[in-house]
C-alpha cells in the first residue's frame, strides 16, 4: 500500500500549509516532484499577490469575495495571508463582519471542504468519540457554536477550561 508523502508532488499541492503555487522555483519543483504539476513560469509572492487581487476585484459581490478568499485559503495559505496583509482595510468585512455572517446563512449552498467539526444535536451520544477525533483538549483553541443557520455562540477555549 502507498504512503501518502505530503512533502512531494500533487500531494504537496493539495496541502494549503506548504503549497507555494506558482512560487516553487525550478530546483524546488524537481526536488519536490513538481515538474509538469505547474505552470512553468515561476512568480515570486508579490506577483501572485497581485494575479490574486485582480481576481478578488472581479469578482461581483461580496459573498462571491468571500468565497473567492475561501477557496484560496483552502490552497495556499502563505498567499491567502500575504493578501490580506496587503489589503486588510479593503478586505477585513468580506473576511469577516458582515459578510462572513451571509457566507454562514448560505453555508449549505457554498460549502466545499470541512473545516472543523460538525455535531448532528439529535446523537448527543456521539460527540465525545468525534471530539476525540480532534486530538486532546489543549489543541483546540476556539469553539464556535452555530444552529447551521447562523452562529449563536462563540468562545475562546481558555475561557470554557
Same mark, same amino acid.
Given at each position: 500500500?502507498?504512503?501518502?508523502?505530503? @512533502?512531494?508532488?500533487?500531494?504537496?499541492?493539495?496541502?494549503?500549509?506548504?503549497?507555494?503555487?506558482?512560487?516553487?522555483?525550478?530546483?524546488? /519543483?524537481?526536488?519536490?516532484?513538481?515538474?509538469?504539476?505547474?505552470? @512553468?513560469?515561476?512568480?515570486?509572492?508579490?506577483?501572485?499577490? /497581485?494575479?490574486?487581487?485582480?481576481? %478578488?476585484?472581479? /469578482?461581483?459581490?461580496?459573498?462571491?469575495?468571500?468565497?473567492?478568499?475561501?477557496?484560496?485559503?483552502?490552497?495556499?495559505?502563505?498567499?491567502?495571508?500575504?493578501?490580506?496583509?496587503?489589503?486588510?482595510?479593503?478586505?477585513?468585512?468580506?473576511?469577516?463582519?458582515?459578510?462572513?455572517?451571509?457566507? +454562514?446563512?448560505? %453555508? @449549505? /449552498?457554498?460549502?466545499?471542504?470541512?473545516?472543523?467539526?460538525?455535531?448532528?444535536?439529535?446523537?448527543?451520544?456521539?460527540?465525545?468519540? +468525534?471530539?476525540?477525533?480532534?486530538?486532546?483538549?489543549?489543541?483546540?483553541?476556539?469553539?464556535?457554536?452555530?444552529?447551521?443557520?447562523?452562529?449563536?455562540?462563540?468562545?475562546? +477555549?481558555?475561557?470554557?477550561?
Amino acid at each position: 500500500m502507498p504512503t501518502l508523502n505530503l @512533502s512531494q508532488g500533487a500531494a504537496l499541492l493539495r496541502a494549503p500549509y506548504f503549497n507555494k503555487g506558482s512560487a516553487f522555483p525550478a530546483k524546488e /519543483r524537481k526536488e519536490f516532484k513538481l515538474e509538469g504539476l505547474l505552470p @512553468s513560469n515561476v512568480q515570486t509572492l508579490d506577483e501572485q499577490v /497581485r494575479r490574486a487581487y485582480q481576481q %478578488f476585484e472581479s /469578482r461581483p459581490n461580496a459573498l462571491a469575495k468571500n468565497t473567492f478568499m475561501t477557496s484560496m485559503k483552502e490552497q495556499n495559505e502563505v498567499l491567502y495571508y500575504k493578501l490580506l496583509q496587503d489589503h486588510l482595510k479593503e478586505m477585513f468585512s468580506i473576511i469577516y463582519t458582515p459578510t462572513e455572517g451571509e457566507a +454562514i446563512e448560505n %453555508f @449549505s /449552498r457554498l460549502f466545499r471542504k470541512p473545516e472543523g467539526c460538525f455535531l448532528n444535536i439529535l446523537e448527543p451520544e456521539k460527540v465525545p468519540n +468525534i471530539l476525540a477525533q480532534w486530538g486532546e483538549a489543549g489543541d483546540i483553541d476556539y469553539i464556535v457554536v452555530s444552529d447551521g443557520e447562523q452562529v449563536t455562540y462563540t468562545q475562546p +477555549i481558555l475561557d470554557l477550561v
